[in-house]
């Protein structure tokens, strides 16, 4: 192994074509010959450049529609020999192998082809076999070869050896081979997720989850954490694929809690509606006849931890809204999209994030989701269940008006998103109350209560929004206790799962209490 490694020759076989031809142009005026396949070396060829065929340097034409081409001793010969071990020299001398000093390898699109739906066999002909398995050789054998595999790093490349008169450093190839070997575990990764997926495998022996990098934070949920961002290449629209347009970078913080925010507003999709998020939780969800009515309506449930929050909008931002959002500190907003009036609004508070994705998540759509523990991690099915009306069972003597179900559902599709125990108050589309991630569930309706009743004093009025209010509660109540504290708060009608053993009591003491209830038959914890 050597600090400097001369390049000579590069095998260039790339799917991705961004940059090819500017890169093929550079390596050839710094000396270096190419060698290429297929329409890597056609694309090469157009532009006018000199290049060798893989076939001519393996004796065998390629073959089998493509699949075999680069799966050759004179390919892997020339990537993995030791070029200071004499017994390789040899070989390499014997067999007329040529070294490769450069390899540049980008994969066939397996990601993009899975994302656009295509079909089992269509799939598996885009599995690439003899990239990674060049990427692979080239990377272990660092010490000699220089392996690219990103067109982002083609400008590095080239600095790097005008800075080393043609040659590359060690240390320049320790990076790219680690940059290599994340790039065939990411590949190896999605083929196999997919393929469990394909062949109904829920949970496979072997599980790997693979990202690439989008942002170095400047630290975690505290300042003495580490962080990093990381996307997964689904394009979901949100804060991993959303254009930021102003605003310093987002914190580690910023970014889960304005992904808790704009998933939690995707819920609406029949009309203008805003979620408030603080801390990972909802302060204030609710729906309007505008964005602006929306957000005033969301912002007066709990107006004091709506401060230096994050605003998620189901519908592009407007000019009004954005104007009244300035009212007081926000961290982020996020939304559809934003008029340029709205930005122009946004550009005088150059601490406030706007952030716009160009559509909405659906929220029905399936994925898996994962949580590091001890020694492990857990893995499980995405949250997408839904309960529409037909599913909702009353239970009570007294059924909900249809006004009263329009505002249970609506709870219940916020409780989805309020960490457990979770009770959310709703009255005419706007959440009025909210308890979250309380060990009990009688202190998630207290806490809720007690909240409504502070924004009753501060807004002056006569009685808490809670009184007439719906109630969402994210499983079952295991005892009459935590209804009776919703009772006693206002509520005059309940959704919750049902399920609990002494469901028979909870309901005689709703009936009891004139309320109203309907049982879903599905819970939300969310821890």
């Given at each position: 192994m050597t600090d400097l490694a001369p390049l000579k020759r590069a095998l260039l076989s790339v799917s991705d074509k961004t940059g090819l031809i500017e890169l093929g142009r550079a390596l050839v005026d710094r000396g270096v010959d190419l060698v290429s396949t297929g329409g890597t070396a056609k694309a090469l060829r157009e532009a006018g450049l000199a290049v060798r065929d893989v076939s001519d340097l393996t004796g065998f034409p390629e073959m089998m529609d493509g699949r075999v081409k680069t799966l050759h001793p004179m390919v892997h010969g020339g990537l993995l020999a030791l070029r200071d071990d004499a017994g390789h020299v040899g070989?390499?001398?014997?067999?007329?192998?040529?070294?490769?000093?450069?390899?540049?390898?980008?994969?066939?699109?397996?990601?993009?082809?899975?994302?656009?739906?295509a079909d089992y066999e269509t799939t598996i002909e885009n599995i690439d076999i003899g990239g990674p398995a060049m990427i692979r050789a080239a990377a272990k054998n660092h010490g000699?070869?220089?392996?690219?595999?990103?067109?982002?790093?083609?400008?590095?490349?080239?600095?790097?050896?005008?800075?080393?008169?043609?040659?590359?450093?060690?240390?320049?190839?320790?990076?790219?081979?680690?940059?290599?070997?994340?790039?065939?575990?990411?590949?190896?990764?999605?083929?196999?997720?997919?393929?469990?997926?394909?062949?109904?495998?829920?949970?496979?022996?072997?599980?790997?989850?693979?990202?690439t990098l989008a942002q170095t934070l400047r630290y975690g949920e505290n300042p003495h954490q580490t962080a990093a961002f990381y996307t997964d290449g689904s394009n979901r629209p949100g804060v991993a694929?959303?254009?930021?347009?102003?605003?310093?970078?987002?914190?580690?913080?910023?970014?889960?809690?304005t992904d808790a925010a704009?998933?939690?507003?995707?819920?609406?999709?029949?009309?203008?509606?805003?979620?408030?998020?603080?801390?990972?939780?909802?302060?204030?969800?609710?729906?309007?006849?505008?964005?602006?009515?929306?957000?005033?309506?969301?912002?007066?449930?709990?107006?004091?931890?709506?401060?230096?929050?994050?605003?998620?909008?189901?519908?592009p931002l407007d000019a009004a809204t954005a104007q009244e959002i300035?009212?007081?500190?926000?961290?982020?907003?996020?939304?559809?999209?934003?008029?340029?009036?709205?930005?122009?609004?946004?550009?005088?508070k150059k601490n406030l994030r706007l952030l716009t994705t160009e559509g909405l998540p659906n929220v029905r759509d399936g994925g898996l989701t994962f949580r590091q523990v001890a020694g492990g991690f857990l893995v499980q099915d995405k949250d997408n269940g839904f309960v529409?009306?037909?599913?909702?069972?009353?239970?009570?003597?007294?059924?909900?008006?249809?006004?009263?179900?329009?505002?249970?559902?609506?709870?219940?599709?916020?409780?989805?998103?309020?960490?457990?125990?979770?009770?959310?108050?709703?009255?005419?589309?706007?959440?009025?109350?909210?308890?979250?991630?309380?060990?009990?569930?009688?202190?998630?309706?207290?806490?809720?209560?007690?909240?409504?009743?502070?924004?009753?004093?501060?807004?002056?009025?006569?009685?808490?929004?809670?009184?007439?209010?719906?109630?969402?509660?994210?499983?079952?109540?295991?005892?009459?206790?935590?209804?009776?504290?919703?009772?006693?708060?206002?509520?005059?009608?309940?959704?919750?799962?049902?399920g609990s053993m002494r469901d028979d009591e909870v309901i005689a003491a709703a009936d009891a209490a004139g309320l109203a209830m309907v049982f879903t038959g599905m819970r939300h914890f969310r821890h």
């Open positions: 070989s390499m001398t014997e067999h007329g192998i040529e070294a490769i000093d450069l390899l540049v390898v980008n994969l066939y699109p397996f990601e993009a082809t899975v994302a656009r739906g000699f070869v220089s392996v690219v595999t990103d067109p982002e790093d083609y400008a590095a490349l080239l600095a790097e050896m005008d800075a080393n008169g043609g040659q590359t450093r060690l240390a320049f190839r320790q990076r790219l081979a680690q940059t290599a070997y994340a790039r065939t575990g990411a590949y190896d990764a999605a083929v196999s997720t997919w393929m469990a997926k394909a062949i109904g495998e829920a949970a496979p022996r072997r599980r790997v989850f693979a990202g694929t959303a254009m930021q347009h102003q605003g310093k970078e987002l914190s580690y913080n910023n970014i889960n809690d704009f998933e939690l507003v995707a819920e609406f999709t029949d009309g203008p509606a805003c979620a408030i998020i603080k801390h990972a939780n909802p302060c204030g969800v609710a729906r309007g006849k505008t964005l602006l009515e929306a957000y005033k309506a969301a912002f007066d449930c709990d107006r004091t931890s709506a401060f230096g929050g994050i605003v998620a909008l189901n519908q300035t009212g007081i500190f926000t961290e982020v907003v996020i939304a559809p999209g934003a008029s340029d009036e709205a930005k122009a609004i946004f550009a005088a529409g009306m037909d599913d909702l069972k009353v239970v009570t003597k007294k059924a909900p008006t249809a006004e009263q179900m329009t505002d249970l559902l609506f709870a219940w599709k916020i409780a989805k998103h309020v960490k457990s125990n979770a009770i959310v108050y709703v009255k005419d589309g706007a959440t009025v109350g909210v308890g979250a991630g309380q060990m009990s569930r009688v202190d998630s309706a207290l806490i809720a209560a007690k909240k409504a009743e502070r924004m009753a004093e501060a807004l002056g009025l006569p009685q808490p929004l809670t009184i007439g209010s719906a109630v969402a509660s994210d499983a079952f109540f295991p005892f009459p206790d935590g209804l009776m504290e919703a009772a006693a708060a206002g509520a005059t009608c309940v959704i919750q799962p049902g």
